[in-house]
């Protein structure tokens, strides 16, 4: 029995079963928050909401934007936040009876994307007041929330909440940087573990929250990148995690993605031991350091989510190559596959190219020779059906 609604094919896709049309899910959220502030949107689009351009362009939004706020974090009693945001700038502190912490991200792109001028571990003195923070943390459940974002997005997608990054990869991109974090674990291994044990309990208590609730899809926010975790630092901080969680979530009956945007090549070799269900955002060459054909061999039956490089969507780039690929990869990786652009539509983007590979996917028929119960899954075998 075939699936017809955006939600059904992607549960589908997870579940390992038969799908009539491939879903095509681009994020187009920085396209759009640009091009809204600069007043630059297409004359078809202004005044439209995001979904209203989604439901015209026939495609499937990624929910985890909007149902991350679902999680949401509760800090201790004893731990104040101090919240700065202008023009230029947002700087968070936290104040607790062990001390101080602040960081400071600029705002670029008309304040729609930020980077980190200041973070919040200066030192590995600071781990122990950034350590009193998290083990305050508490983390509930927004069912009223949720309740709404499944009425507002009816059938046009598959709830899904972000994970933060593992915490090695939380180490380099949120708290400390990357040549920090790399000599302290140098200088002060014994501190530095300590501390991602802290982050493991932390995420503990958000994961209890996550597994009790009626999300099935759960995404590890970790632009993989293995400049930033070399095979070793992946085979030592990151695959024992993915692991432990994967197993953990599997059992609670959710699916498992993890975003992986950078260059992995390296890291590839390991993915099938992570647990996960589905890499996300894979950036193929020429934006990244793989072809496509080098990530069917690595994936061997795991789920594709996105494929598409985001610079094929360039002014420049002809429709004639968008198309090409566009088949390409899906010819190689149907079923297994929610396409999508890896990584966003850029703000120079062309929407209508979006609109050309929906149509592309639409007209184009899943192949009903390949049978399902050679694909790959953590959480066993598939059968055809």
Not at 22 to 51: C, F, M, S
Not at 58 to 73: H, L, Q
Request: some cysteine; glycine content about 6%; overall charge negative.
């Amino acid at each position: 029995m075939w699936t017809v609604t955006p939600r059904e094919r992607i549960l589908a896709v997870f579940r390992g079963e038969k799908i009539d049309k491939v879903v095509w899910q681009p994020r187009i959220d920085h396209w759009y928050d640009v091009n809204k502030a600069l007043g630059t949107l297409p004359e078809r689009y202004e005044g439209k909401g995001l979904l209203e351009i989604y439901d015209d362009l026939g495609a499937s939004p990624r929910t985890y934007r909007f149902f991350n706020d679902t999680i949401r974090c509760i800090q201790g009693g004893e731990v104040e936040v101090r919240k700065r945001d202008d023009e230029n700038s947002i700087s968070t502190t936290y104040v607790t009876p062990k001390g101080k912490l602040r960081e400071v991200r600029r705002k670029t792109v008309h304040g729609a994307s930020t980077y980190h001028t200041e973070y919040f571990i200066k030192g590995v003195e600071d781990l122990e007041i950034l350590a009193y923070v998290l083990r305050e943390q508490q983390f509930e459940f927004d069912r009223q929330l949720y309740s709404e974002l499944v009425r507002k997005f009816g059938e046009r997608a598959e709830p899904i909440v972000n994970l933060p990054w593992v915490p090695f990869q939380r180490l380099v991109i949120e708290y400390m940087g990357l040549e920090k974090t790399i000599l302290a674990l140098w200088k002060h291994p014994g501190e530095v573990e300590g501390f991602i044990r802290v982050m493991e309990g932390n995420d503990d208590e958000r994961l209890r929250v996550v597994k009790e609730s009626p999300i099935r899809i759960v995404n590890f926010a970790d632009n993989i990148h293995h400049d930033l975790c070399s095979p070793p630092l992946f085979q030592r901080y990151i695959l024992p995690y993915y692991r432990r969680r994967t197993s953990e979530l599997h059992a609670a009956e959710k699916f498992c993605t993890s975003h992986w945007d950078g260059h992995i090549r390296l890291l590839l070799p390991f993915v099938r031991e992570t647990g996960l269900d589905a890499l996300e955002c894979v950036t193929p060459k020429p934006m990244g350091d793989i072809t496509l054909e080098e990530l069917h061999e690595a994936l061997q039956g795991m789920i594709l989510v996105d494929g598409i490089p985001a610079n094929h969507f360039l002014p420049w780039v002809s429709d004639q190559e968008l198309r090409a690929f566009t088949l390409q990869l899906l010819d190689m990786f149907t079923p297994r596959l929610i396409a999508g652009i890896s990584d966003q539509l850029s703000p120079n983007g062309d929407i209508e190219k979006v609109r050309l590979v929906g149509e592309i996917i639409n007209e184009y028929t899943p192949p009903r020779t390949k049978t399902l119960q050679h694909f790959y899954s953590p959480l066993g075998a598939f059968t055809a059906t």
